[in-house]
């Protein structure tokens, strides 16, 4: 763990350290975010230890669940939540299409109906929501 004076790293210090070990842009996004899940759990959990956080993400709300399990480690050092357990819960996408209204999975970021029309509404995947942690 980075330390700065005895205080928690900040997030710039980190993204320094991600790409010194080769680490891309795309985990830095990966980073922002799992930092303020990080905090948000801290925070709730008001000096108990945190022993797991399960957090819903959709499959296109542009995450990548392998670099925010890697970014989470990172993120709990020396925090309340160093050392547990991140249980990701990938939720799939779907849509509607507006032309044709029929309603589709949506696998990744095309959002595209089979009919070929770009104009539909999604319908889910991306979320982003602590469900729950567990705490002593």
């Known amino acids: 763990m980075l330390v ?4 928690r790293p900040s997030y710039r210090e980190v993204s320094r350290a991600a790409v010194a070990v080769g680490r891309s842009g795309a985990e830095l996004h990966e980073m922002a975010i799992t930092q303020s899940v990080v905090d948000a759990v801290c925070q ?3 000096g108990r230890r945190v ?3 399960q957090v819903q993400v959709g499959a296109l709300c542009g995450v990548v669940p392998d670099s925010m399990e890697f970014c989470f480690g990172l993120a709990t050092e020396g925090t309340v939540a160093d050392g547990a357990r991140l249980d990701l819960d990938v939720q799939p996408g779907s849509a509607r299409c507006r032309e044709c209204g029929s309603e589709f999975a949506l696998d990744d970021l095309i959002l595209l109906c089979p ?3 770009p104009d539909i509404e999604v319908l889910a995947g991306r979320e982003l929501r602590i469900l729950s942690m567990e705490v002593s």
Not at 4 to 7: I, L, R
Request: aromatic share 0%; charged share 0%; hydrophobic share 40%.
């Open 115 to 117: 009919c070929g029309s």
């Open 51 to 53: 022993h797991s956080v």
């Open 44 to 46: 709730h959990a008001a």
């Open 4 to 7: 700065v004076g005895g205080a």
